[in-house]
């Protein structure tokens, strides 16, 4: 999984080496800080949000798998 949110990041931004993903898990959650630079968030969180959601809805689907929700964070 975090390979994945990882690579659907990095594919997305200008700048690679500024993408940092912090995972934080409990019993029944994931959270995923995703830290891009600021000229990047634009391009991450996509016109009215979509591009977020997306990324946001492969990873609950991954999650589903695993019994546990995910939730990301993006952040500049």
């Not at 999984?1 to 993408?19: C, R």
């Not at 995972?23 to 995923?32: G, L, Q, R, S, V």
């Not at 830290?35 to 809805?57: F, L, M, P, Q, Y």
């Amino acid at each position: 999984m975090d390979e994945l949110l990882n690579f659907l990041v990095k594919t997305l931004v200008s700048n690679e080496n500024e993408v940092k993903v912090e995972k934080e898990e409990d019993d029944k959650t994931i959270t995923y800080r995703v830290k891009v630079a600021e000229s990047d968030i634009g391009k991450v969180i996509g016109k009215n949000g979509k591009t977020a959601s997306s990324i946001r809805t492969i990873m609950r689907s991954i999650g589903a798998k695993t019994h546990k929700k995910i939730f990301v964070k993006f952040e500049d």
